[in-house]
T-cell receptor, first 115, second 116 residues
Framework: AQSVAQPEDQVNVAEGNPLTVKCTYS??????LFWYVQYPNRGLQFLLK??????LVKGSYGFEAEFNKSQTSFHLKKPSALVSDSALYFC?????????????FGRGTSLIVHP | DTGVSQNPRHKITKRGQNVTFRCDPI?????LYWYRQTLGQGPEFLTY????????KSRLLSDRFSAERPKGSFSTLEIQRTEQGDSAMYLC??????????????FGPGTRLTVL
């Protein structure tokens, strides 16, 4: 069975400081990994994904994520946080092998960027 | 690309009533997914379609839940005999089988169901 964990319910960071939102995964094979952001009363918006290749993936709005196979992690990062980055962030993953296209989502991490 | 749309955005119903939600995916997308999201949780997978074929439905929460995608375009999710525990946000997503965005799911705004 696959699982995704986001160990922090909330992350607080000051505007202009770097931010990290953590994600670890458990997938039987090689994983596909995703980050989504959700603003209040809106659907999830795709930020970035890792399939293969470079471990550092760049995505929308200046976000990036680093795939670390040995630590089974896929942490989301941004060098300089903006107040407008405040939102709910979800990590998701699935096994790339087999015919299932069903991702498992983490519980989400609320990011609060203080001015 | 007009995005994924869902209707209605909000539904309030009384326990025991049936409700139906509609999802219109991005037009060229072959796959369509339904999820449920409750407060403080990530999306929970319910079912998905590839074109008109429903490829996974074992995770529908009970036999009161059913979904259709009759012509491989829009989809409906029906909940019969609603219970208060069905109150949640129901999300729809679609994805393409081809191109650089393969396997990337695009979500609609969701339908918030409140069962009184």
């Amino acid at each position: 069975a696959q699982s995704v964990a986001q160990p922090e319910d909330q992350v607080n960071v000051a505007e202009g400081n770097p931010l990290t939102v953590k994600c670890t995964y458990s997938v039987s094979g090689n994983p596909y990994l995703f980050w989504y952001v959700q603003y209040p009363n809106r659907g999830l918006q795709f930020l970035l994904k890792y399939i293969t290749g470079d471990n550092l993936v760049k995505g929308s709005y200046g976000f990036e994520a680093e795939f670390n196979k040995s630590q089974t992690s896929f942490h989301l990062k941004k060098p300089s946080a903006l107040v407008s980055d405040s939102a709910l962030y979800f990590c998701a993953g699935r096994d790339r092998s087999g015919g299932s296209y069903i991702p498992t989502f983490g519980r989400g991490t609320s990011l609060i960027v203080h001015p | 690309d007009t995005g994924v749309s869902q209707n209605p955005r909000h539904k309030i119903t009384k326990r025991g009533q049936n409700v139906t939600f509609r999802c219109d995916p991005i037009s060229e997308h072959n796959r369509l997914y339904w999820y449920r999201q409750t407060l403080g949780q990530g999306p929970e997978f319910l079912t998905y379609f590839q074109n008109e074929a429903q490829l996974e439905k074992s995770r529908l929460l009970s036999d009161r839940f059913s979904a259709e995608r009759p012509k491989g375009s829009f989809s409906t999710l029906e909940i019969q005999r609603t219970e208060q525990g069905d109150s949640a946000m129901y999300l729809c997503a679609s994805s393409s089988l081809t191109g650089t965005r393969t396997d990337t799911q695009y979500f609609g705004p969701g339908t918030r169901l409140t069962v009184l």
